[in-house]
């Protein structure tokens, strides 16, 4: 678990602030939910699944509850929906952080944030198509250009079911050859394998059942709809027939944004799916669901490596220096500060070299100058810090004016 700091921590707002931007004015409400739920609310996520059996914060609390940290999000976005029976679709989007015991890594934490949107209450294909369209436009405006969307389709219940079995056949036919960590995901979770990197079992997954060939009319007709709108708006994809996702709950469309000049580790930037049985099993009417989580951090990884979205840094109109025994300051940031600008200033009456310099280090873009001479006058030295003008001595009175620059329209 990490500290998040100075300038980093206000890309972050940032970053969240220009998601919340994009889903609001497409419709979507904000969703707080608790940082802690029932445990069942994230047992229900299936237990072939690391993110339960091995990754959960999960813990008896003083009423002698089993309650977890959320490991993800939309868990609790359906036990919502389920005890407050919104009007549907209920689209809600979130920011926030999660808790896995994971191996810490590059892109990977014990405590990392989200940002995310669900729709609950509709089948439409074309609720597909807008969910993925939105972090679509998110990647865009973020400045990314090299992100890679794969999408597949696990097909219905039943479709899942029956090729989950055909894997399993086909990979224990596999004996030996199979390595021994897939042998043992194989037991538990046999669409896991398909995500093994190891090089001995590339070429048995290459040859393993495809999930297209299990699908119902319905599953095709749904996820032909999906890509045809996705087409329609021009956003690039591709079919990846032996994507799973790492949650259990999935099933119809799943889809994943890879950054792509990130290693396979941490190129998986966010990603999400249908979810059309969750709501029910968390005690809720058969409610639809379809949405999507992209990772804070390794998005943000990924904008480094593209030289987009900087951290900025802090943004201040003015520092105030005063050498007059710091009273003047108390009344000139007041002042300022209720005009709008953003303005810092040194305290502990420190000399002029001493309060210049964390001028200069707070990156305004003036300093304010106030000895006993511009006291006596009434008057205030306003010194660029970063345009190489000149300094100016200008009444107080006019302090306002000449900072927002409304003075200069009137000459
Ligand atoms: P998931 O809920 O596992 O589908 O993850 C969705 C996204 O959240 C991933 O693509 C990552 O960007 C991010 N993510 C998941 N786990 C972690 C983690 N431990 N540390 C940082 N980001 C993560």
């Not at 999930?211 to 079919?239: M, N, Q, W």
Request: glycine share 10%.
């Amino acid at each position: 678990m990490r500290d998040i700091l100075p300038p980093e921590s206000a890309r972050w707002r940032r970053f969240n602030t220009v998601f919340a931007d994009i889903v609001e004015a497409a419709g979507y409400g904000q969703l707080i939910p608790p940082l802690l739920e029932d445990l069942g609310v994230f047992t229900r996520l299936g237990d072939a699944t690391d993110v339960v059996t091995k990754e959960m914060y999960d813990f008896v609390d003083k009423g002698d509850r089993r309650v977890a940290l959320r490991p993800e999000m939309t868990a609790g976005v359906c036990r919502s929906f389920a005890q407050h029976r919104p009007t549907t679709p209920w689209k809600t989007y979130y920011t926030g952080s999660n808790f896995r015991y994971e191996k810490p890594q590059r892109g990977r934490y014990r405590q990392f944030d989200q940002v995310g949107i669900e729709v609950l209450g509709a089948d439409d294909p074309h609720v597909d198509v807008e969910v993925i369209a939105l972090a679509w436009e998110f990647y865009r405006r973020l400045g990314l250009q090299h992100v890679r969307l794969i999408v597949n389709s696990l097909g219905e219940p039943g479709d899942r079911a029956r090729y989950v079995e055909a894997l399993r056949v086909h990979f224990e036919a596999a004996g030996d050859a199979l390595s021994a960590q897939s042998r043992e995901t194989l037991t538990r979770n046999p669409l896991r394998v398909l995500d093994s990197k190891r090089e001995g079992d590339r070429a048995i997954i290459a040859d393993a059942p495809r999930i297209a060939d299990f699908h119902t009319d319905e599953a095709a007709a749904h996820f032909a709809a999906v890509c045809e709108g996705l087409r329609s708006l021009g956003i690039p994809f591709e079919v990846e027939p032996k994507l799973v996702r790492g949650l259990d709950y999935y099933l119809r469309t799943i889809f994943e944004f890879q950054g792509g000049t990130l290693d396979s580790a941490q190129n998986a930037l966010g990603g999400g799916g249908r979810y059309d049985g969750l709501v029910e099993a968390l005690g809720g009417p058969p409610t639809p669901g379809v949405g999507f989580a992209l990772g804070i951090d390794r998005t943000l990884l990924a904008c480094d490596d593209e030289g987009v979205f900087p951290p900025e840094p802090r943004a201040l109109d003015a520092f105030v220096v005063d050498v007059t025994g710091g009273c003047e300051a108390i009344l000139l940031t007041a002042e300022l500060r209720a005009a709008g600008l953003a303005v810092d200033r040194g305290f502990e009456n420190r000399s002029m070299k001493a309060q210049m310099k964390l001028a200069n280090r707070s990156g305004a873009d003036a300093a304010l100058i106030v000895g006993d001479d511009e006291l006596t006058a009434g008057t205030i030295v306003v010194k660029p810090l970063r345009s190489g003008e000149e300094q100016v001595t200008i009444p107080r009175s006019d302090l306002i004016a000449h900072l927002t620059g409304t003075d200069r329209d009137d000459r």
